[in-house]
């Protein structure tokens, strides 16, 4: 696996993708979680088609034992993991407060969140043992901004960003770094395809820098928060979404 | 909190785990000349939360105002936390909030008014050291609400939070000595920790007319503790 190992989880999505690709570039030997098995294998397959090192492993993190049991055979593997990027998620569910089910709200709330948690658990030991390790979690502007239809998002969103400062005070004795990024609008096959022309136009047009951000822009900022250039920053969040919202 | 809105004239239903602080405090307003009731609920549990809504309304057949007060803070490392643990804090502070708000909606919807107001923590800006999940579900809590007063405000219901900093409860000295709280009270710029009678003020406003153009907002009621 290399020198540097990288974790991604939601890796084989439109920003997973992107994140995997600029951190392999940056010489990490890449682990690519995610639940859907044909995107995670396709993304392997483009990871090595440019000699870079790649596994797929599919998981399901709103399963303790399923998260619990991959990671012990990840560190079977490699014995060290040194970037954590916790980039699974997503809104799941949109619905009005009245017509949201309990189990579609908690869902959101455990892929989102519980999670990042059960992933973070599972690297905290080696990595303090070890006094060197970086944790990446990903919020977003709906976290600070709140939007209709996404209570569950929007407050799992807003939790992974105490969660991440929590973990980082936590952690900042041993030396490991824990931040997160907040992508805004992004432009992936996802997103886009569930918007009209139209209203892609509309959206894009409120923002400041009057784009969306490129899964490229998010992997960027992955990428400076997992190298040592931000060696002195823990507990942040990066915003990175044109202006879109500030704090 | 449920004194204070009381005294202001609102009949209050009080919703607690511990039944028998919720009768102390429903005794406490009754002999006041207010009406209050005392139920028995577990914020967490879906059908105790609908049957605790339903009750309040069989017996003042409106509500105007939710406070979700509700919560748990246990502490622990990230790294030894307990799945259970976990659960159960996001359960309460976080999912009981949302529970307890979608069951008063449908009320509010049907009258045309309503209030909501759900109490967060400074942790939720700063983190909390051995209580990762607690300042999770603090944090959740801001953004959940933001989400649900855009949801809302059409319909003229505000939905806002209130932040105290630490208050003079048996909270914090689950973990702290007395001393540790005095001194806490030195540094704030206020120059004492809140009282629980501090929260009162602000929470009636909210719920006030005068309050009528404020909405998703967090107020932070802490003697200057933080200031985001």
Redesign the interface.
């Known amino acids: 696996m290399g020198d540097k190992v990288a974790i991604v989880t939601g890796g084989a999505g439109g920003i997973g993708q992107a994140v995997v690709m600029r951190l392999a570039r940056a010489g990490f030997g890449i682990f690519v979680l995610d639940k859907n098995e044909e995107a995670g294998r396709e993304t392997v397959e483009l990871l090595r088609q440019q000699n870079y090192d790649a596994e797929f492993y599919r998981v399901d993190l709103k399963y ?1 034992t399923e998260v619990k049991d991959l990671f012990e055979t990840l560190y079977a593997k490699t014995k060290r993991i040194d970037v954590l990027v916790n980039l699974a998620g997503g809104t799941l569910h949109r619905r ?3 017509e ?1 089910s ?1 189990s579609d ?2 869902e959101v ?1 455990d892929v989102n ?2 999670g990042t ?2 992933c ?2 599972a690297v ?2 080696p990595m ?1 043992e070890r006094k060197d390790g970086i944790i990446i979690n990903t919020s977003s502007n ?29 952690l900042a004795p041993s030396g490991v770094r824990v931040n997160a990024i907040a992508p805004g609008l992004t432009a992936t096959a996802r997103v886009m395809t569930s918007h009209t022309e139209t209203e892609w136009r509309q959206l894009t047009e409120k923002i400041p820098m009057g784009r969306a951000a490129e899964p490229n822009d998010i992997a960027e900022a992955v990428n400076f928060l997992a190298s040592a250039e931000s060696g002195y920053i823990t ?1 942040q969040l990066i915003h990175v979404n044109g202006g879109m919202v500030f704090t | 909190m449920a004194l204070g809105l009381a005294r202001e004239g609102a009949r209050v239903a009080i919703a607690d785990v511990n039944e028998e602080c919720a009768n102390t405090v429903k005794n406490e307003i009754e002999a006041s000349g207010g009406r209050a009731l005392a139920i028995r609920t577990d914020v967490s549990n879906e059908k105790s939360v609908q049957a605790m809504v339903e009750k309040s309304l069989k017996e003042f057949l409106r509500v105007d105002i939710l406070v979700n007060n509700a919560g748990i803070f246990p502490t622990s490392p990230v790294e030894e936390m307990s799945e259970e643990d976990w659960d159960r804090v996001i359960g309460t502070n976080l999912v009981g909030a949302f529970l307890c708000a979608r069951a008063v909606v449908p009320k509010f919807l049907e009258q045309g008014t309503g209030r909501i107001i759900s109490i967060t923590s400074g942790r939720a800006f700063q983190g909390a050291k051995n209580g990762a999940h607690y300042a999770a579900s603090k944090a959740g809590i801001i953004g959940f609400s933001k989400s649900l007063a855009l949801e809302l405000a059409p319909h003229r219901i505000t939905v806002n939070v209130i932040c105290p900093g630490i208050t003079d409860t048996a909270q914090p000295r689950g973990h702290q000595t007395e001393e540790q709280i005095y001194a806490q009270g030195q540094r704030i710029p206020l120059g004492r920790i809140g009282q629980p009678e501090d929260l009162v003020g602000p929470a009636v406003f909210l719920a006030s007319d005068a309050a009528a153009f404020i909405t998703g907002q967090t107020l932070l009621v802490n003697g200057g503790s933080i200031m985001w």
């Open positions: 303790r009005l407060i009245h949201f309990l709200w908690r709330i969140l519980k948690f059960l973070c658990q905290i030991k303090k709906f976290g600070i901004t709140g939007s209709p239809g996404r209570t569950a998002y929007a407050a799992a969103k807003a939790a992974i960003i105490a969660f991440t400062k929590s973990l980082a005070l936590e507990g």
